[in-house]
């Protein structure tokens, strides 16, 4: 059982319910701590990361197909599934390369299938589950961007917070049990896919910050 966050977007008020019930009809036997949020537009859609949007190709004056465009180029790991009426719009939504299309006229088996598809999609990512402020947090390993730790406080750090807990790097690196998160000096740890460049000395991560890197840490980076 894992947690997802989902987005449901299009501008049909009573569709948009009706997707939402059925939504939560199927997540409560594939998810745990699972999130829905809908909206009518894209005005608040990129305020925050979704790991799914169920997204309506033809949202009146908007284009869904430049929304998902949008959304990949700020979230790039995040999953697109387009829901439309009109079926031919299906052929210009493949440049986005969504992860499933569901058509309204068959919504019901075809949005059934969509989370079975996305059960076994998340059920092979990695999550590094916590207690954080009483509340069981399960972060997606994917959205670390690294860690730091001063005086045993512990810094984790993603695009969309930073979580803070009393606890050593070692204990940490036991804990995800990653290949993707290393160690490259005695306060930080990074995640290897958000680094975008190296040298002799420093990385660089996709936000912008450069981090130094230890020498007796180096041989972490050189296995990729």
């Known amino acids: 059982m894992i947690g997802m966050n989902i987005a449901l977007i299009d501008d049909d008020v009573v569709f ?3 997707l939402k019930t059925l939504s939560n009809t199927y997540c409560k036997n594939l998810f745990k701590g699972y999130q829905i949020d809908t909206f ?21 004056t908007e284009n869904g197909i430049e929304i998902a465009k949008c959304i ?3 979230y790039a790991d995040s999953i697109i599934i387009f829901i439309s009426s009109k079926s031919y719009l299906i052929f210009n939504a493949l440049k986005v390369q969504p992860f499933y299309f569901v058509r309204k006229s068959n919504v019901e088996e075809e949005l059934a299938y969509a989370f079975f598809l ?32 001063n005086d045993h406080l512990l810094t984790i750090v993603t695009k969309e917070k930073s979580f803070y807990i009393y606890k050593t790097i070692k204990e940490l690196l036991n804990e995800i049990d990653s290949k993707n998160i290393v160690q490259i000096n005695r306060k930080n740890c990074v995640n290897i896919n958000h680094i975008i460049s ?7 991560l996709d936000n912008g910050l450069i981090l130094k890197v230890g020498k007796m840490y180096k041989k972490n980076l050189k296995q990729f």
């Open 16 to 18: 948009l319910e009706r």
């Open 198 to 204: 190296e040298n002799k000395t420093t990385i660089k």
């Open 72 to 74: 990949k180029e700020i």
């Open 40 to 60: 009518l537009d894209e005005k608040k859609l990129y305020e925050k990361k979704y790991d799914v949007y169920f997204l309506d190709i033809d949202l009146g």
């Open 118 to 149: 996305l059960k076994d999609c998340y059920m092979q990512k990695e999550y590094y589950s916590f207690k954080y402020n009483y509340d069981d947090v399960n972060l997606l390993v994917d959205d670390i961007l690294y860690v730091e730790v």
